[in-house]
């Protein structure tokens, strides 16, 4: 696995596609809401700017280049070269998904941590670090689901529209209404209960005992996201 991870990481900096849309957006948008952090923190608080900059860098940055790169790699015949050898199903996924996984948890821990500089730091580091580990497990569910629908590397842009925005979308829903008001729905909603984790870590006022429920609907998605995988994936081009 760590092999396969190596060579990967390897790939990604040279491909100017990953690169772009791994690195260099997540970083530039996330850097966007730390400058613009007041006027953002007017909507909602300063955990709904934290939550913001999460999904936007796990979206666009794990979610969007991992499908990416499974697509270019199944494409290429790399998938099926490696499932040729000793290495099993799990550890090339793995091996495949985990460079990019550990690049978006720096992104967002490297962006979080110039918040908490900036302005006041998280309440609670603990919680905001369980939400981030779940909110990267979902995404990188998500991405192996995807990828079992896209045929190729540029129909990753049309494949992984949908999501990114979504989660974006109900991170900015969550974190300026609360969960108040239809607080059910919000939380099973992708990245709602992640969110809500969130604003609660970095605002503090919650106990940590009665935040840690709320990782229920993150788990689940992880869940559907792997059951959906093991259908959808394929190994090979399709014809």
């Known amino acids: 696995m760590f092999k396969i991870a190596r060579s990967e990481l390897v790939q990604m900096f040279r491909n100017r596609l990953v690169l772009v849309t791994g690195l260099i957006i997540p970083v530039a948008l996330g850097g966007y ?8 923190s007017d909507l909602g608080s300063l955990g709904f700017v934290a939550a913001v900059v999460m999904f936007t860098v796990m979206a666009f940055g794990l979610y969007t280049t991992a499908v990416t790169t499974l697509a270019a790699r199944r494409q290429n015949l790399f998938l099926k ?3 040729s050898t000793a290495a099993s199903d799990r550890s090339i996924l793995a091996g495949l998904v985990l460079p990019v996984t550990v690049v978006a948890l720096v992104q967002v821990v490297t ?12 309440a609670q580091i603990p919680l905001l670090a369980v939400a981030v580990l779940a909110t990267a497990a979902m995404m990188g569910a998500l ?13 990753a842009q049309v494949t992984t529209l949908p999501v990114s925005l979504a989660v974006v979308a109900v991170a900015g829903w969550v974190g300026i209404t609360g969960t108040e008001d239809l ?5 099973l909603l992708p990245g ?12 503090g006022g919650v106990p940590l005992t009665d ?5 229920v609907p993150t788990v689940a998605w992880v869940v559907v996201a792997v059951a959906l995988a093991s259908r959808l994936f394929r190994w090979e081009p399709r014809r």
């Open 33 to 40: 809401f730390v400058y613009q952090h007041e006027t953002y």
């Open 81 to 83: 070269r490696l499932r």
């Open 111 to 122: 962006i979080l941590a110039v918040l908490g500089v900036v302005v006041d730091g998280p």
């Open 143 to 155: 991405a192996l689901a995807t990828a079992g629908i896209t045929n190729s590397p540029e129909h």
């Open 183 to 187: 607080a059910y729905l919000k939380r």
């Open 192 to 203: 709602g209960s992640a969110t809500e984790l969130v604003v609660n870590a970095w605002d």
């Open 211 to 215: 935040a840690l429920p709320l990782l």
